[in-house]
């Protein structure tokens, strides 16, 4: 069993920055990829950005460039700082473990998850 609390979130204008934080508890999640999501009202949970055991990331087109996922081992905690942000990426940002080496980019390969966090960007 693996517990996330998201933390971070909150109101920013547009082109502000936000870091977004993930701890996790209940099991050492240094050997699994995580990944963070975002689901806006009325849409799906789609992915952002997924780190692997060994520190490589991924992320969606639209936001390379301005967000960037890592994880801190001794913290037992995984970050994603978000750059430059726009009004459309206004949206609940959840992030996961996956119990593989690596991250993916479907919800369903992902068994635990976090609360959430919301993220707002205003113009």
């Known amino acids: 069993q693996v517990q996330l609390m998201e933390s971070g979130g909150g109101l920013v204008q547009t082109g502000g920055s936000l870091r977004l934080s993930c701890a996790a508890s209940g099991r050492i999640v240094s050997n699994y990829g995580m990944g963070w999501f975002r689901q806006a009202p009325g849409k799906g949970r789609e992915f952002v950005a997924g780190?692997?055991?060994?520190?490589?990331?991924i992320c969606i087109d639209s936001v390379r460039g301005r967000f960037t996922i890592s994880r801190d081992n001794a913290k037992n905690t995984v970050y994603l700082q978000m750059n430059s942000l726009k009004p459309e990426e206004t949206a609940v940002y959840y992030c996961?473990?996956?119990?593989?080496?690596?991250?993916?980019?479907?919800?369903?390969?992902?068994?635990?998850w976090g609360q959430g966090t919301q993220v707002t960007v205003s113009s």
């Open positions: 780190i692997s055991r060994s520190g490589g990331s």
């Open positions: 996961a473990v996956s119990e593989g080496s690596y991250y993916s980019t479907r919800t369903e390969d992902y068994d635990f």
